[in-house]
């Protein structure tokens, strides 16, 4: 089994900068593609950024596109989002999960998951 534990979340200035880390453990991480979602008050979950299993290639929603960057470092077994630049609208739930097969552009739908993290909150202030 694959566990995935998300931390960082906090709460920031708008305009200021967070980094949220997957801590993924059970399994070695490189034969997994990683995806962060969130879900906002009232919203549905969406797909925010997803890193294929190599770390060679990555997708973004347009709403962070220019603002936040995903990496990862399979060594540690561990997957960054870097967020700048953040709004109020960014305040949401933050979730990783993990893919064995499915690739990221499937991944980023929500589609293609096969485990995942319970969460950590960001809140932007305005």
Not at 48 to 75: E, L
Not at 103 to 108: A, H, L, M, T, Y
């Amino acid at each position: 089994q694959l566990q995935l534990v998300e931390s960082g979340g906090g709460l920031v200035e708008n305009g200021g900068s967070l980094t949220l880390s997957c801590q993924v453990s059970g399994l070695p991480s490189a034969n997994y593609h990683i995806g962060w979602f969130r879900q906002g008050p009232g919203k549905e979950r969406k797909g925010v950024s997803c890193i294929s299993s190599s770390g060679d290639m990555s997708n973004y929603d347009d709403s962070v596109k220019g603002r936040f960057t995903i990496s990862r470092d399979n060594a540690k077994n561990m997957v960054t989002l870097q967020m700048n630049r953040l709004k109020p609208e960014d305040t949401s739930v933050y979730y990783c999960a993990a893919a064995r097969w499915a690739p990221c552009e499937v991944v980023i739908t929500e589609h293609g998951l096969d485990y995942w993290g319970e969460g950590t909150l960001v809140t932007v202030s305005s």
